[in-house]
């Protein structure tokens, strides 16, 4: 799970995409699949833990790439008005995660 690369406190995906909502082509951004993943990489996150900045390339592309995924499948996930995420990102991730091993384990 994506943790703070500074204090190493684990990080919530909905906040962190929160911060991107008032990105100026925000709307635009989480439609299109590469500028998601470049703006992540840019874009200087705030740790609500420490207060520290850290940017976005530290955090694991395969959740962000999950999270472009999540977003872009429900209806709504994104309240726009408030500039609130609907989804619970992190759950998602980890039940998917749990799948995946699962689905391994079953092959395997
Ligand atoms: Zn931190």
């Not at 500074?6 to 991107?20: S, T, Y």
């Not at 499948?73 to 091993?101: C, H, P, T, Y």
């Amino acid at each position: 799970m994506a943790k703070c690369p500074l204090c190493g406190k684990p990080l919530d995906w909905g906040e962190l995409v929160e911060q991107m909502l008032s990105l100026e082509n925000a709307e635009e951004t989480l439609r299109d699949r590469e500028k998601f993943l470049k703006a992540i990489e840019e874009f200087a996150f705030k740790c609500p833990h420490c207060g520290e900045e850290f940017y976005g390339r530290y955090l694991p592309r395969e959740e962000a790439e999950k999270v472009f995924e999540l977003l872009n499948e429900f209806k709504g996930s994104v309240d726009w008005e408030n500039k609130r995420i609907r989804l619970r990102l992190n759950s998602l991730l980890a039940l998917d995660k749990m799948l995946e091993n699962w689905d391994k384990k079953m092959k395997g």
